[in-house]
């Protein structure tokens, strides 16, 4: 399994960014989708969640603001972010877990990251 992200880049606090994830190699169910990011320094912190239900779980300083979707095919995600903020400047990464039974197992397989820079 492979995950190749795109977009990212440095925007003015308030804009809108759309990062996508390539996703190839999976040969079972669609996959579970998650976004991370990770400020240098700091651990790695998950962001948008996906459960066994298809339910996504955003963290609190992002939620109302960022969106993670998956296509029906299941091999592209993308994380919409509105509305950003200077505290949102960090790397980005795309994750997924694979499913057994239905159930997402843990996240297994990242993408390369992203740099996203909000300016105020």
């Known amino acids: 399994v492979q995950l190749v992200q795109s977009g990212g880049g440095s925007v003015q606090a308030g804009e809108s960014l759309k990062l996508s994830c390539s996703i190839s190699g999976v040969t079972t169910s669609r996959p579970c989708a998650g976004w991370f990011r990770q400020v240098l320094g700091k651990e790695r912190e998950l962001i948008a969640d996906?459960?066994?239900?298809?339910?996504?779980k955003y963290a609190e300083s992002v939620k109302g603001r960022f969106t993670s979707s998956q296509d029906i095919a299941g091999d592209k995600m993308y994380l919409q972010m509105d509305n950003l903020k200077p505290t949102d400047t960090a790397t980005y990464y795309c994750a997924v877990a694979l499913r057994t039974r239905g159930r997402c197992l843990r996240y297994s397989v990242w993408g390369q990251g992203t740099q996203v820079t909000v300016s105020s």
């Open positions: 996906e459960h066994s239900n298809g339910g996504i």
